[in-house]
């Protein structure tokens, strides 16, 4: 087997990004079809190919530059709206190397993987990884490496997911349970297994987290379109308003504005702070989220967590571990429990289910193993659905067994009152009582219990403090699911369910206007993640439930919805806090820009704050100001705003306090300094002769 280097999980965790790349690819996007995709860089974008044209070619536009025109403004400007344009494919282009180089080191784990594929014969040959196919059954030992998805049908052993998963603990994968599923890269650490491949080349789960992360293409979310078609009209109307503006000035005779001050006031007063971020923020909140472990399919789904109203989880394996777990001997009047310990390992000696090894593994804590020979056994007796018991026929002819309690008293008669009080009160308290016999004498009973996973009480605690309803909905009895629920701390539950009843469960919850996730982990639970606006599926589940979600946790967690919904609400925070700041901020570069366009003009001295006396620097400063503010704002975009559990008015409070407050005085202070800056340097005597160059390369 191909061995995988130690690096491949540091190199997921913390991808290095390729800014090479990345620089690139942010040219690339200069494509009019690609800059089309964002309605307020594409009008930035126009008016500086405009721009450039007319600084190139001064004499084709002679009504544009006439008396008075500038070669070196227009060239400022046209170099300045460049670096705007870039700057936002520049943040889109880095959102998107963070999923390429995850997408990178995920392709490290998958290349070169050979398997041990079984013949029909029952000998084996080695084959690469891409010559399985689905059904083909492969043998893995220790210290290899599943070359493909599959379903463990035949041995146990102790997996190492962290190449995938992130985890450092190690998974138990066996036949005959729940857990039966095993990821393509992973590594075997003990045991030996054979592994029926659940898919083709190329459709493994690493292959679409390759795909997927590594996805030039995103869906947009409808509050992103929402917000886009908002941007889109807003500038337009300024558009309107500044094309008005000229038309009121030049017929009241007041003052000039050139054509490069008009479009610069334009560009200036559009939201291209946010217009430049907002793809970068929904790539980046995708790919938090696989830092979480957490696989989403769509942008869609990891916004849509940020405002759920309902979760409905699934009870096996999702709240509970998925398998009985043997908790208690009880033992009848005048059987010892060492006695009931011993019949009852013989009984589950050659049960291969995971309730059988449980029931071994107690009895071994109870009654550790003492030196003698073992006891000899003839016949082994299967469980049936007929007979529902199984256990054991000893050498010297004793009969020892164990099964339901009904099928037991079939062979013994009722159990003594009360044995038979014990077993119905376990029953009550959503445990599965088996009871144990030999020749025919009941010895006690068995307690089954479908065990909830660690700290789902507090995490469901912490769901129900963000506004969320917990439904859990199982295939189980009212008892059964009622002593979960009670123990889980869920809201609401609902028994006996089948998966039509979970679907329903989901339209009934939709259609009152309610955004519903569902978590499960089996084909029955597929449907209903399917409709549900966040379907996370368990990565211990089975295939049909993974295709059914449109998320998948690595880790099997089903709380981990809770890391999903604060991750929601952070790309919902995130858009919400940088669009406050992009609308103060062009409303402080308002305040800034326009009084200076007017210097010298009576009447509006007294708006001109910053006191600006030279207006073409003025603009120049303001428009540096606007394209490099994308740039410093990338961080926050990528890394998203923090989120902690408040209120929508506290949110509001935080949104105008932070984002307002900083968008309209950053503008400011960053403007006077960009100002201040280039008035140092227009009056530079190094400076001057490059703009001179410059223009007279242009005018040759």
């Known amino acids: 087997m191909a061995t995988i280097p130690a690096t491949a999980l540091a190199v997921r965790k913390t991808p290095r990004i390729s800014f090479g790349g990345a620089l690139k690819q942010s040219f690339i996007r200069f494509g009019p079809r690609t800059m089309a995709r964002n309605p307020v860089m594409f009008v930035v974008y126009v008016f500086t190919i405009f721009t450039a044209l007319i600084t190139l070619l001064p004499s084709a536009f002679p009504d544009l530059s006439g008396p008075g025109f500038s070669r070196s403004y227009f060239l400022a400007i046209t170099l300045i709206l460049f670096l705007t344009v870039w700057f936002a494919t520049l943040s889109e282009s880095i959102a998107e190397a963070q999923g390429k180089a995850q997408a990178e080191s995920l392709r490290q784990i998958r290349t070169g993987t050979r398997a041990r594929r079984m013949r029909p014969d029952g000998s084996s040959e080695f084959v690469d990884s891409n010559a399985l196919h689905k059904t083909d059954v492969v043998w893995i030992g220790a210290g290899e490496i599943i070359p493909l998805d599959g379903d463990v049908f035949q041995g146990v052993a102790e997996i190492d997911e962290s190449m995938m998963t992130g985890e450092s603990a190690a998974v138990i994968r066996e036949s005959g349970g729940d857990k039966t599923s095993v990821l393509g890269g992973s590594r075997l650490l003990r045991g030996k297994i054979l592994v029926r491949i659940s898919v083709d080349p190329g459709g493994g789960f690493l292959d679409r987290m390759i795909r997927l992360v590594e996805s030039a293409t995103r869906e947009k979310s409808p509050n992103e379109l929402a917000l886009t078609l908002l941007l889109s009209a807003f500038t337009v109307s300024l558009l309107v308003v500044i094309l008005t503006f000229d038309y009121m000035l030049t017929a009241s005779g007041a003052i000039v504005v050139s054509l490069g001050t008009l479009i610069a006031l334009l560009v200036c007063l559009m939201p291209t702070t946010i217009g430049g971020l907002l793809p970068a923020i929904g790539i980046a909140a995708v790919n938090r989220v696989s830092y979480a472990n957490v696989i989403a399919k769509s942008g869609r789904a990891v916004e849509a967590a940020g405002d759920l109203d309902v979760l409905i989880l699934d009870k096996t394996g999702t709240i509970t571990t998925g398998n009985r777990i043997a908790v208690e001997f009880i033992p009848a009047r005048g059987v010892s429990k060492t006695d009931l310990t011993a019949a009852a390992a013989l009984a589950s000696s050659y049960d291969d289910t995971p309730e059988g090894r449980s029931i071994l593994r107690l009895a071994f804590r109870r009654s550790p193993a003492r030196g003698g020979p073992p006891p000899q056994i003839a016949r082994v007796l299967p469980f049936t659905p007929e007979r529902r018991v199984s256990g054991v026929v000893m050498a010297d002819g004793r009969e020892v067994l164990k099964g339901a309690v009904a099928s037991i008293e079939s062979v013994t008669g009722p159990l003594e009152a009360e044995l038979g009080q014990a077993a119905r009160r376990a029953a009550d308290q959503g445990m599965t009582p088996l009871a144990v016999c030999q020749d025919k004498t009941a010895l006690g009973v068995i307690l089954l219990k479908d065990v909830v996973k660690p700290g789902i009480p507090d995490r469901l605690r912490e769901l129900r403090l963000m506004g969320i309803r ?144 030279n207006p073409p620097i003025a603009v120049l400063a303001t428009l540096l100001f606007n394209a490099f503010i994308i740039p410093l704002m990338i961080p926050v975009a990528l890394r998203g705003a923090p989120f902690r559990p408040r209120t929508a008015v506290a949110l509001l409070r935080n949104n105008i306090l932070v984002y307002g407050v900083g968008g309209f005085v950053s503008a400011f202070v960053g403007i006077w300094l960009v100002y201040v800056a280039l008035l140092y340097l227009v009056g530079s005597p190094w400076f001057a002769p490059f703009v001179h160059l410059a223009v007279q390369a242009l005018g040759s």
């Open 470 to 613: 917990t439904i859990m909905c199982t295939g189980d009895n009212r008892i059964t699911a009622r002593a979960i629920a009670h123990e889980s701390g869920v809201d609401e539950f609902v028994a006996e369910a089948k998966p039509e009843t979970k679907l329903e469960l989901v339209n009934r919850e939709k259609a009152a206007g309610r955004l519903v996730a569902m978590t499960g982990d089996g084909t029955n639970d597929a449907p209903a993640l399917a409709r549900a606006d966040v379907g996370l599926a368990m990565n211990s589940g089975t295939t049909a439930a993974k295709e059914a979600g449109n998320m998948v946790d690595l880790d099997s967690d089903p709380t981990k919805i809770i890391e999903v919904v604060s991750l929601g609400k952070q790309l919902l925070i995130t858009r919400g806090g940088l669009t406050t700041f992009s609308v103060t901020n062009d409303v402080a570069k308002y305040f800034a820009l326009l009084p200076a366009i007017f210097v010298g003009v009576g009447g509006v001295t007294f708006l001109n704050v910053l006191r600006f006396h």
